[in-house]
């Protein structure tokens, strides 16, 4: 069985009925003939700097409490 290239995208059979529809029996020509109906979802993908530091913060608030929890510091009382 060949392998299929890492670019190839999969399909919907709606998306290859689509193909059908508008290219005929031939199918669309060239290497990845499926480029044009399946958009790259992955091209458009990038963290905005305030989700990076969002993500950073509460990664920082997680790790502060597992360090508390592991280290047996005793929790602050409200009481004065």
């Known amino acids: 069985m060949a392998a299929i290239a890492a670019s190839a995208r999969a399909l919907h059979l709606a998306e290859v009925i689509e193909m059908a529809v508008r290219d005929g029996v031939q199918g669309p020509s060239g290497d990845y003939p499926e480029r ?4 790259d979802y992955a091209a458009n993908v990038r963290l905005q700097p305030a989700a990076l530091l969002s993500g950073t913060l509460l ?12 280290s047996g510091a005793p929790a602050r009382s409200s009481e004065s």
């Open 36 to 39: 044009p109906y399946v958009p």
């Open 59 to 70: 990664g920082a608030a997680v790790g502060a409490v597992a360090i508390r929890l592991i």
